[in-house]
Structures are given as structure tokens and as C-alpha cells.
């Protein structure tokens, strides 16, 4: 089968890969890397459970095809922790109870994450703003909500 070599960047380390031309970001992270954070819920960019940070930008990786980030720069959340240090916001997370099943959580984090790095002192009616792309099952939001408001105060 064909495949393509991409360069990715990720979590600060360079990676050269083999993939083939239609393979997902999604795939590549979890089935190569074994970045299991970001995770496969919908597979058609609605529930924003894949969300990893590309070039600065939240995007959902199960619609992303990898050849079309050869060269980027992505962050997921096995990437968030900065020394042996929790992120502030998976801190909050924590500390908020804003987790319950988890598994909407990584692509909570890093929507959040890439809204802290563009606005550090976000509004509520912003954060309430930019997670409404990113579907949670369990908490009600409140939880959540409450949690980006308390990173954005670290
Ligand atoms: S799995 Fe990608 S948006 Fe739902
Ligand atoms: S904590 Fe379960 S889907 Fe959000």
C-alpha cells in the first residue's frame, strides 16, 4: 500500500512517519504513537472528544487527514504536563470535580487549553462560548465551566 512521510512535531518531539495518504490525525496519535488520550466517540467532528491542539489551534483530529499537518506543531494531553506538573487546568479539573466517565475530557482540555494560550482572562460567557463545541454526557457543564474559570485565575 502507498504511504507518505510526514514530520510532525509533537508534544515537542519530532516524529518522522510512514502513514498512509487518507489516515486521521486521530489514528496516527493513538494507533502509532500511542497517544491514547484523545479519544473516538462520533468519528465525524461533533462530539469534540478527539480535540488536540494544532499550530495553536484546537482541532478534531478524527477530521483531520495527516498529511495535511505534515510539518505542524500539535499538543495533546499527554503533552499538557510541564515537568512532572499537573496543567493548572487539569489541576482545576481535578480539584472542581469536573471529571466523571473522563472520556470527554482530554478534548476538554485541550479546547480549553488553546482558549488560555489566546486569552488568559477569558470571560465567562467565552468560556461557556468556546466549550459548547465539545460534548460531556455527565458533568451538566457547570463543573467544567467553573474549573476553566479557576485555571484562568493561576
Ligand atoms: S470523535 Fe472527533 S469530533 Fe467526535
Ligand atoms: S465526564 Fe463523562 S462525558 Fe464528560
Redesign the pocket.
Known amino acids: 500500500m502507498k504511504t507518505m512521510k510526514v514530520t510532525l512535531q509533537v508534544n515537542n518531539e519530532k516524529v518522522d512517519l510512514q502513514v498512509r495518504p487518507y489516515e486521521t490525525l486521530?489514528e496516527t496519535l493513538r494507533d502509532r504513537l500511542d497517544l491514547t488520550g484523545a479519544?473516538?466517540?462520533?468519528?465525524?467532528?461533533?462530539?469534540?472528544?478527539?480535540t488536540v491542539v494544532v499550530n495553536g489551534v484546537p482541532l478534531?483530529?478524527?477530521?483531520v487527514l495527516t498529511p495535511e499537518v505534515d510539518g505542524a506543531e500539535i499538543t495533546t494531553v499527554e503533552g499538557l504536563k510541564k515537568d512532572k506538573k499537573l496543567h493548572p487546568l487539569q489541576e482545576a479539573f481535578m480539584e472542581k470535580g469536573a471529571v466523571q466517565c473522563g472520556f470527554c475530557t482530554s478534548g476538554m482540555l485541550m479546547t480549553a487549553k488553546a482558549l488560555l494560550d489566546r486569552n488568559k482572562k477569558p470571560t465567562k460567557k467565552e468560556i461557556v462560548r468556546t466549550i459548547s463545541s465539545n460534548i460531556c454526557r455527565c458533568t451538566g457543564y457547570k463543573k467544567i465551566i467553573e474549573a476553566v474559570e479557576a485555571a484562568a485565575k493561576r
Open positions: 486521530l479519544k473516538e466517540a462520533c468519528g465525524m467532528g461533533a462530539c469534540g472528544a478527539c478534531r483530529s478524527c477530521l
